[in-house]
């Protein structure tokens, strides 16, 4: 949590700092390719294939053997990252065009993106070898280190953008800097905790152990389930790179605000279920499976549809509170609303995926929700083209939530007729509930929130203030509601 919130510090300072604009966009490129490829490789895929088999050799074999086994898989995956990061470098006009191919149009944007990229790139060997080290960390019981891991990384940017963006003639390259400083921190940070469990090698690449040959064969069907979701951010960045100069930053906003109900509920959620749902698959207890995941469901809606409605009515007083001063326009402030709205849409779908796609994996079939999520991806495309003209940036925000709801609706129907899911009494009842407390809460938000021409001239404290008063307001009521409707807590203990 610690880290979540001084990321959302770390956005206030940037928008401040740098505002919309094509030198921000072109660093949002220069970073979006480097962490595409870590959350392909390192922290997903290959942390998905590489735990499994450490955990086992951990409880079958010697602390030797292990250690062996690190020294040979962080030597493969240093030679693997050492070949990505000189193809980045050397490559990194090609890069640009590729993924950003309107940047090469525009001189400054490209030139710009290409010159940062180059100095990014080494930042996925390091952060790629934190992302291995914690999960040997994770593997013998130390879940702290990893955890706080992540706050060395705001905290470095935080002081790139404050203390070295105004000793550069374009400010934001410091950010490309702190981003490589912070991946070099967060490396260093964490080599004295695997000293301490005797864990810290040198690496030593072996392509011929058997061990290091099954987690390259376990990571490729992840491999593609992960690269799917990170595809999708791709094709998007695609299509905003031909759009006018800021769109990509104010995606990048509004994209950050509505994935922080998402991380804590849908991730949360998903995280926590899947144990129980793996062990009513594992021990056939179809009961206690449905209910579970009955459980999960009406917990998700409960509250992804506030959450959902709440970043649609309070879109702009929040883009204008966290973001809408120094360099960051009024005019930014509005196109940054607008992607946020279209985004809000889809919130609930998103988190819906992230629970129904848990019903597939706690019965190991994995293959399903990928090839969901693939024709997903290609309505998105498909939607994409249809939306980016009359709706622009905020069009393609749109087009990722209607595919959100598609990807919902496909798992969901697939597990209703298949029997995977088969819903418990008392639907109806909740849906009234529901409908009922939101539209009360939807009422209220609607007189309690003041005009966005206000929002817009007041100074942060009272922007604070009245957004505040807004959000803890609304929460109030929606939770009176549901208590005068006959919800209790007690209904939602698994």
């Not at 499994?52 to 030679?79: C, N, R, W, Y």
């Not at 710009?112 to 914690?134: D, E, K, Q």
């Given at each position: 949590m610690l880290s979540r919130i001084l990321g959302f510090v770390r956005d206030m300072i940037w928008a401040q700092a740098f505002g919309a604009?094509?030198?921000?966009?072109?660093?949002?490129?220069?970073?979006?390719?480097?962490?595409?490829?870590?959350?392909?490789?390192?922290?997903?895929?290959?942390?998905q294939?590489?735990?499994?088999?450490?955990?086992?050799?951990?409880?079958?074999t010697s602390l030797d053997d292990v250690k062996t086994f690190i020294s040979h898989m962080s030597g493969v995956l240093t030679v693997a990252l050492v070949i990505t990061v000189i193809i980045f470098f050397f490559c990194a006009p090609l890069l640009i065009s590729l993924f950003a191919p309107g940047f090469h149009w525009d001189g400054v944007r490209y030139e710009l993106s290409t010159h940062m990229l180059r100095v990014t790139a080494p930042y996925l060997l390091f952060i790629s070898l934190v992302a291995l080290s914690g999960a040997v960390l994770n593997t013998y019981g130390n879940y702290g280190i990893p955890s706080f891991t992540p706050?060395?990384?705001?905290?470095?940017?935080?002081?790139?953008?404050?203390?070295?963006?105004?000793?550069?003639?374009?400010?934001?390259?410091?950010?490309?800097?702190?981003?490589?400083?912070?991946?070099?921190?967060?490396?260093?940070?964490?080599l004295p905790f695997l000293w301490q469990k005797r864990l810290l090698v040198m690496p030593n690449p072996r392509l011929h152990d058997p061990d290091v040959r099954r987690v390259l064969k376990l990571m490729v069907p992840a491999l593609f389930g992960v690269s799917v979701?990170?595809?999708?951010?791709?094709?998007?960045?695609?299509?905003?790179?031909?759009?006018?100069?800021?769109?990509?930053?104010w995606l990048y906003f509004s994209e950050r605000l509505m994935n922080f109900p998402l991380g804590v509920f849908g991730v949360g959620i998903a995280t926590v279920i899947l144990p129980y749902l793996s062990r009513g698959a594992a021990s056939q207890d179809q009961e206690r499976y449905n209910q579970t995941f009955d459980w999960a469901l009406r917990l998700l809606l409960l509250i992804g549809v506030p959450s959902s409605i709440g970043l649609l009515m309070l879109a702009g007083p929040m883009i204008a509170t966290l973001f809408g001063h120094g360099k960051f326009t009024h005019h930014d402030v509005l196109m940054s609303t607008r992607s946020l709205m279209a985004f809000a849409v889809g919130v609930q779908a998103f988190m819906l995926v992230k629970v129904l796609a848990s019903a597939f994996y706690a019965r190991q079939n994995i293959k399903f929700p990928v090839k969901?999520?693939?024709?997903?991806?290609?309505?998105?495309?498909?939607?994409?083209?249809?939306?980016?003209?009359?709706?622009?940036?905020?069009?393609l925000a749109l087009a990722t939530s209607i595919s959100g709801f598609i990807n919902a609706g496909c798992l969901l129907v697939f597990a209703l007729k298949r029997g995977i899911?088969?819903?418990?009494?008392?639907?109806?009842?909740?849906?009234?509930?529901?409908?009922?407390?939101?539209?009360?809460?939807?009422?209220?938000?609607?007189?309690?929130?003041p005009a966005m021409s206000q929002w817009l001239v007041w100074h942060w404290p009272a922007q604070a203030e009245h957004l505040t008063e807004c959000v803890f307001a609304a929460l109030f009521i929606y939770g009176l509601a549901l208590f005068l409707s006959g919800v209790r807590l007690r209904h939602f203990r698994v």
């Amino acid at each position: 949590m610690l880290s979540r919130i001084l990321g959302f510090v770390r956005d206030m300072i940037w928008a401040q700092a740098f505002g919309a604009g094509p030198a921000f966009d072109a660093f949002i490129i220069a970073f979006r390719l480097p962490n595409f490829m870590r959350r392909l490789f390192a922290e997903g895929a290959f942390a998905q294939a590489f735990v499994p088999v450490l955990a086992e050799k951990q409880t079958k074999t010697s602390l030797d053997d292990v250690k062996t086994f690190i020294s040979h898989m962080s030597g493969v995956l240093t030679v693997a990252l050492v070949i990505t990061v000189i193809i980045f470098f050397f490559c990194a006009p090609l890069l640009i065009s590729l993924f950003a191919p309107g940047f090469h149009w525009d001189g400054v944007r490209y030139e710009l993106s290409t010159h940062m990229l180059r100095v990014t790139a080494p930042y996925l060997l390091f952060i790629s070898l934190v992302a291995l080290s914690g999960a040997v960390l994770n593997t013998y019981g130390n879940y702290g280190i990893p955890s706080f891991t992540p706050v060395l990384f705001n905290v470095c940017l935080i002081l790139a953008a404050v203390y070295l963006g105004p000793h550069f003639a374009i400010p934001v390259e410091a950010l490309a800097w702190g981003l490589l400083a912070a991946g070099i921190a967060q490396f260093f940070f964490q080599l004295p905790f695997l000293w301490q469990k005797r864990l810290l090698v040198m690496p030593n690449p072996r392509l011929h152990d058997p061990d290091v040959r099954r987690v390259l064969k376990l990571m490729v069907p992840a491999l593609f389930g992960v690269s799917v979701a990170q595809l999708s951010v791709l094709i998007d960045t695609v299509f905003a790179s031909f759009l006018p100069k800021g769109s990509v930053t104010w995606l990048y906003f509004s994209e950050r605000l509505m994935n922080f109900p998402l991380g804590v509920f849908g991730v949360g959620i998903a995280t926590v279920i899947l144990p129980y749902l793996s062990r009513g698959a594992a021990s056939q207890d179809q009961e206690r499976y449905n209910q579970t995941f009955d459980w999960a469901l009406r917990l998700l809606l409960l509250i992804g549809v506030p959450s959902s409605i709440g970043l649609l009515m309070l879109a702009g007083p929040m883009i204008a509170t966290l973001f809408g001063h120094g360099k960051f326009t009024h005019h930014d402030v509005l196109m940054s609303t607008r992607s946020l709205m279209a985004f809000a849409v889809g919130v609930q779908a998103f988190m819906l995926v992230k629970v129904l796609a848990s019903a597939f994996y706690a019965r190991q079939n994995i293959k399903f929700p990928v090839k969901v999520a693939a024709f997903s991806m290609l309505c998105n495309m498909g939607l994409n083209f249809a939306l980016i003209g009359p709706l622009a940036h905020a069009g393609l925000a749109l087009a990722t939530s209607i595919s959100g709801f598609i990807n919902a609706g496909c798992l969901l129907v697939f597990a209703l007729k298949r029997g995977i899911y088969t819903p418990q009494a008392g639907w109806a009842k909740f849906f009234l509930q529901l409908f009922v407390a939101n539209a009360i809460m939807i009422a209220a938000l609607f007189f309690l929130t003041p005009a966005m021409s206000q929002w817009l001239v007041w100074h942060w404290p009272a922007q604070a203030e009245h957004l505040t008063e807004c959000v803890f307001a609304a929460l109030f009521i929606y939770g009176l509601a549901l208590f005068l409707s006959g919800v209790r807590l007690r209904h939602f203990r698994v």
